[in-house]
């Protein structure tokens, strides 16, 4: 074809690399056709220029590093494993994010201050609070909460329709309106319908009982395992690649005019990257 010979051996790679990407061969005569068909095309796409076509070289290019990455650096990052005992070790040192925290339901009396109240009126208040938890003292076992004594007491307008029933809390978390300290006195109760003292906090006294609790609940480490074991071993071979592309930096003259750099006219509005990215052809292998 032209100054190009397609000898036998040619013709037997043909057949080989047909069967091996599985595709059907066709008659003897018809596959030399076909490579004579191709070998055509080749050579006039040279005589054309096509070869040196920048969107044809990218191509090139592209095929080659991905054929790089697909030799040599695949064999590497599939070669990554993780040892058991580092998966558990993960699990022991994130043992906290696989832990639901300890939960506690109870009800409260609640009575208002303020920075400018009165001693006096504290005192009243104060006196009010002993008065209410001696009432309470008193109530059957059956009752649930402060019952009416919410309503006659408690000046929490949420919870005091429902004997001062406030929900549940996550047993050591912050950020809710009940003081902090007053939900751990409720967690530090042993028994449900146990009476706090009055509690005296930045914003009012309170009384606390204890309705329901809920202890500390861990995942196991057979359930979060093949989590914890995708994303380490995600990690390693993110390394391996890393490792591999800087190896192969390291093995040729690399140098960077800056000064060029600085004077290419480049948009502003870019997307920010947090490391860099593969090179055309030689993708993530995630």
């Known amino acids: 074809v032209g100054d190009r010979e397609i000898t036998v051996e040619d013709f037997q790679k043909e057949m080989a690399y047909r069967k091996s990407n599985q595709q059907p061969l066709p008659e003897k005569q018809v596959l030399l056709e076909q490579m004579i068909a191709r070998e055509v095309s080749l050579q006039k796409a040279k005589a054309a220029g096509l070869e040196n076509d920048p969107s044809v070289r990218r191509s090139y290019e592209d095929m080659l590093a991905s054929k790089l990455n697909e030799t040599q650096l695949g064999p590497k990052v599939n070669a990554v494993t993780v040892p058991v005992e580092e998966v558990r070790a993960a699990y022991e040192r994130e043992i906290a994010h696989y832990t639901k925290p300890a939960k506690v339901q109870m009800a409260v009396i609640y009575m208002k201050t303020e920075r400018k109240t009165k001693p006096d009126q504290l005192a009243e208040i104060e006196a009010r ?158």
């Open 129 to 286: 609070m002993k008065e209410a938890r001696a009432q309470a003292k008193a109530l059957p076992s059956t009752s649930a909460g402060f019952g009416t004594l919410a309503v006659n007491f408690s000046e929490d307008q949420a919870s005091r329709y429902r004997g001062g029933n406030v929900g549940w809390f996550d047993v050591g978390e912050t950020g809710y309106r009940i003081p902090a300290e007053v939900i751990a006195t409720a967690a530090q109760m042993k028994t449900n319908g146990e009476l706090s003292d009055v509690i005296k906090t930045a914003n009012g006294y309170y009384l606390v009982t204890r309705l329901d609790s809920r202890p500390a609940v861990v995942t196991p480490f057979e359930q979060v395992k093949p989590g914890i074991e995708r994303r380490l071993l995600t990690a390693r071979k993110q390394q391996a690649e890393t490792a591999f592309m800087q190896e192969m930096r390291n093995s040729l003259s690399v140098r960077t005019d800056v000064q060029a750099l600085n004077q290419v006219d480049y948009p502003t509005q870019t997307i920010a990257q947090t490391a860099p990215s593969a090179p055309p052809g030689l993708p993530s292998t995630q």
